[in-house]
């Protein structure tokens, strides 16, 4: 099965900052590789698919990037709303076996 | 505008079944793959099992394979998971998820709400 790593496990920050993401895979999983956010007691969101195409409706100070292994997803202008925690997702997985990785808390400072 | 509401869970004993079910609405349910994904108490999200919009091609996480028995119903615009031999392992809440679709296999663009299963004695 395909692994998915990402860090930090949490991180503080405060509105306005420029904040990445990373997230790495076992092994190449080409562009396969999708961002939710998920705030506490609410569902997951989709915000980013195919590693940079952003889904209809989130706003473009989200932005995904990276290819085969490491992937990060970048919120260039941190605003209150967006503190939540982070997950990556691969798609690549031919057996349907679709993994998350543990997730990256995102706090305020 | 697209809604999956859960419903089903509840308090079962180990060794139990549950059946939850998934109304879809907003949306032409027969054209879209479906999918389970659980996130146990204070843990992250992992991907249960998938249905192909016709109920060709159906896949299971290897956790649950055996036990849980995916299906739809595209008149009722419903998913439904049949949960047997539970454990304690499976608390967590349960949301139903909609493929993306367009190619885009493993992309889940829509959520539910989510329904909590506590297998416990």
């Known amino acids: 099965d395909i692994q998915m790593t990402q860090s930090p496990s949490s991180l503080s920050a405060s509105v306005g900052d420029r904040v990445t993401f990373t997230c790495r895979a076992s092994?190449?999983?080409?562009?396969?590789l999708n961002w939710y956010q998920q705030k506490p007691g609410k569902a997951p969101k989709l915000l980013i698919y195919?590693?940079?195409s952003l889904q209809s409706g989130v706003p473009s100070r989200f932005s995904g990037s990276g290819s085969g292994t490491d992937f990060t997803l970048t919120i260039s202008s941190l605003q209150p709303e967006d503190f939540a925690t982070y997950y990556c997702q691969q798609s690549y997985s031919t057996s349907f076996m679709y993994t998350f990785g543990q997730g990256t808390k995102l706090e305020i400072k | 505008e697209v809604q999956l509401v859960e419903s089903g869970g509840g308090l079962v004993q180990p060794g139990g079944s549950l059946r939850l079910s998934c109304a879809a609405s907003g949306f032409t349910f027969s054209s879209y793959e479906m999918n389970w994904v659980r996130q146990a108490p204070g843990k992250g999200l992992e991907w249960v099992s998938y249905i192909s919009s016709s109920v060709s091609n159906i896949h299971y996480a290897e956790s649950v394979k055996g036990r849980f028995t995916i299906s739809r119903d595209n008149a009722k615009n419903s998913l439904y998971l049949q949960m047997n031999s539970l454990r304690a392992e499976d608390t967590a809440v349960y949301y139903c998820?909609?493929?993306?679709?367009?190619?885009?296999?493993?992309?889940?663009?829509?959520w539910g709400q989510g329904t909590l299963v506590t297998v416990s004695s």
């Open positions: 092994q190449s999983i080409s562009s396969y």
């Open positions: 195919a590693a940079s």
């Open positions: 998820a909609r493929g993306k679709g367009s190619g885009t296999y493993g992309v889940f663009d829509y």
